[in-house]
């Protein structure tokens, strides 16, 4: 894994142990996708990575010109791989790690009147909760107007064209990983 473009382009991150089958980090090419879609480069955004992993969607953006990120994980394992990911690409001081679950997490910055102009979310696939996370997102006032909100998850399980206020503008799909992209009003 290695991050695809901007300030530290080509950098590598470190991975889960090949015995970590709990986490699933994405891939070089649906990163690539999801930013060339959303623009390759994210002036000062506030960007929000939800259930983060090894924080590779975050730190790209942050590659790219986001300026400050939150990543969101209770796995231990993950946690490590996001603050070693972080201090490795030199961006610790742009970057707040949350050990929480995602629900509390949300709670909690929807009640601190935080706002992100971008929102990663990509859950365990066998969760389910596509629907759940927009809601949550939306009901803590998390994504700014006009925000994206972009969820990865299994081709398995449909999302909706609308929830919560949030429209669907597009989707891609990548083997048994399909990525829906949403936009705040």
Excluded: W
């Amino acid at each position: 894994m290695r991050i695809v473009a901007g300030s530290a382009k080509g950098r590598a991150l470190t991975g889960p142990k090949p015995s970590s089958g709990h986490i699933r980090p994405t891939a070089d090419r649906v990163r690539e996708t999801i930013f060339n879609m959303l623009g390759q480069f994210l002036d000062g955004q506030a960007v929000l990575d939800l259930y983060a992993g090894t924080g590779a969607l975050g730190l790209e953006a942050l590659s790219r010109g986001a300026g400050r990120l939150v990543l969101v994980d209770q796995d231990r394992e993950a946690l490590a791989l996001c603050r070693k990911n972080t201090d490795a690409l030199g961006f610790g001081a742009q970057v707040s790690i949350l050990a929480q679950p995602v629900a509390r997490a949300v709670e909690t910055l929807g009640k601190q009147g935080e706002k992100f102009e971008l929102v990663f979310a990509d859950p365990p696939y066998a969760a389910r909760v596509v629907e759940t996370v927009l809601e949550a997102v939306v009901a803590a006032a998390l994504v700014t107007p006009g925000g994206m909100v972009v969820v990865e998850h299994d081709k398995r399980e449909a999302a909706p064209d609308a929830h919560a206020g949030l429209t669907l503008e597009d989707q891609r799909r990548f083997g048994d990983t399909l990525v829906s992209f949403y936009r705040a009003p």
